[in-house]
Nanobody, 124 residues
């Protein structure tokens, strides 16, 4: 059974850091593009970051560029999102997802598997 487990969310003050983890089971992450998306209350889901299969490339939304870093640990079949310099506008439920398509995938419709989401709250 294919599963994605997102974790690491929490409450942090503005300027703080969190590291989100996305652990996969039932498939090998290295063969998939993995993305992080977020959805704030009353807003549409938006793409935050993506790492392509085999770690060949990364993508960051302009709103997080320079503050967030996506990485993968193939031995643990886990993808991480290191979030530094957090701002109140980063508050959202964060989801990880995996796509069988090659390359960077920015659209949620391009993803095949989704984790359950983890809540990040940044206080001002």
């Amino acid at each position: 059974e294919v599963q994605l487990q997102a974790s690491g969310g929490g409450l942090v003050q503005a300027g703080g850091s969190l590291r989100l983890s996305c652990a996969a089971s039932g498939f090998t992450f290295d063969d998939y593009a993995v993305g992080w998306f977020r959805q704030a209350p009353g807003k549409e889901r938006e793409g935050v970051s993506c790492i392509s299969s085999k770690g060949g490339g990364t993508f960051y939304a302009d709103s997080v560029k320079g503050r967030f870093t996506i990485s993968s640990d193939n031995a643990k079949n886990t993808v991480y999102l290191q979030m530094n310099g957090l701002k109140p506008e980063d508050t959202a439920v964060y989801y990880c997802a995996a796509s069988r398509l090659f390359g960077i995938r920015e659209l949620s419709t391009e993803y095949d598997y989704w984790g359950q989401g983890t809540l990040v709250t940044v206080s001002s």
